[in-house]
């Protein structure tokens, strides 16, 4: 994921040892008395939030609000996520697992499915929606986080945009944007890219990525913060009230959001290997953390 670089080298402070991880496709090894769903040998998906699947949050798709399990209850962020354990550990115990785990799609490599447990469901949920819901809207992706505006340009482009255009610094990431179909707008952050429907701010570190953000909405427009933002960002709210401006963040509803994810993912309308980066063994995996590959999948061999 996108916050495991960061959680590794400090800049997202979690305290203590972390069980670092939660993008990933397993293996059932053995399953509970009352799971019905899956048996040992099966491949699956495994969202990175705890959900039981099936309290009325979880039947509203508040998957990241399950009220069967305490809050912010996740994979790889340690005691902030209530020390669930991690996807890089030999062993993971998945509870709820009939509501949980998702059958691997007939015909989709694994490899192009770790990030369906997170970044890929963060890009859809950024963009998709709003594209149902205005069609042929104009889209703006910020990018900075990592994969995820990436995915988010992606799926803009599998639900029908008018226009793509991709804001962003790094070389790598605009290659990567060019590949998706996207208008590069190469450079820093400008106080306002121009006007849009719908703009995702995919920025990290960056204090002008919000506000330029939320600047470069047309009236009645949407901005859609993918980023988490450890203090509180400067926000243009004059500006944002005269247009009728609207802000959504928060986490992706993980689980939720999977079926339709893993639908364009089939049908070959989203590519996810287009954004990952190396495919990797298991072993290289404490090497690449340290490098600046962008979406490294490591691949355990049996």
């Known amino acids: 994921c996108?916050?495991?670089?960061?959680?590794?080298?400090?800049?997202?402070?979690?305290?203590?040892?972390?069980?670092?991880?939660h993008e990933f496709v397993a293996e059932v090894l053995e399953v509970g008395d009352a799971v019905q769903g899956v048996r040992p040998g099966d491949r699956v998906i495994v969202p990175f939030q705890i959900s039981?699947?099936?309290?009325?949050?979880?039947?509203?798709g508040l998957t990241a609000h399950c009220r069967a399990t305490p809050p912010r209850s996740q994979y790889g962020f340690g005691v902030v996520?209530?020390?669930q354990?991690?996807?890089?550990?030999?062993?993971?115990?998945?509870p709820f697992a009939d509501g949980m785990l998702v059958p691997v799609p007939h015909g989709v490599p694994l490899e192009a499915l770790a990030c369906a447990s997170d970044n890929l469901g963060d890009g859809w949920r950024a963009v998709a929606p709003e594209l149902a819901r205005r069609p042929g809207a104009d889209v703006l992706v910020l990018g900075g986080?990592?994969?995820v505006p990436?995915?988010?340009?992606?799926?803009?482009?599998?639900?029908?945009?008018?226009?793509?255009?991709?804001?962003?610094?790094?070389?790598?990431?605009?290659?990567i944007a060019e590949r998706l179909g996207a208008r590069l707008l190469e450079g820093p952050v400008p106080a306002r890219a121009g006007e849009y429907?719908?703009?995702v701010d995919g920025t990290l570190l960056d204090p002008a990525g919000l506000p330029c953000a939320l600047r470069s909405l047309r009236p009645g427009g949407l901005c859609v913060g993918v980023t988490i933002y450890l203090g509180d960002p400067h926000i243009p709210?004059?500006?944002?009230y005269f247009k009728g401006a609207r802000f959504e963040t928060g986490r992706v509803q993980a689980r939720a959001v999977m079926p339709s994810v893993l639908e364009l993912v089939q049908a070959g309308r989203v590519d996810p290997t287009l954004v990952n980066g190396a495919v990797l063994p298991w072993e290289a995996a404490p090497e690449a953390l340290a490098g600046d590959l962008l979406k490294p999948v490591f691949v355990r061999d049996g």
């Open 2 to 21: 996108d916050i495991d670089r960061p959680m590794a080298d400090g800049r997202f402070p979690v305290p203590g040892a972390i069980a670092l991880g």
């Open 52 to 60: 039981c699947g099936a309290c009325d949050r979880c039947r509203a």
């Open 81 to 83: 996520g209530g020390e």
């Open 85 to 94: 354990g991690g996807a890089f550990s030999d062993v993971v115990r998945v």
């Open 145 to 147: 986080i990592g994969s």
């Open 150 to 175: 990436l995915y988010a340009g992606a799926v803009a482009r599998a639900c029908g945009a008018g226009g793509l255009d991709y804001l962003d610094g790094a070389p790598p990431r605009l290659a």
């Open 197 to 199: 429907d719908l703009v």
């Open 237 to 240: 709210y004059f500006e944002m």
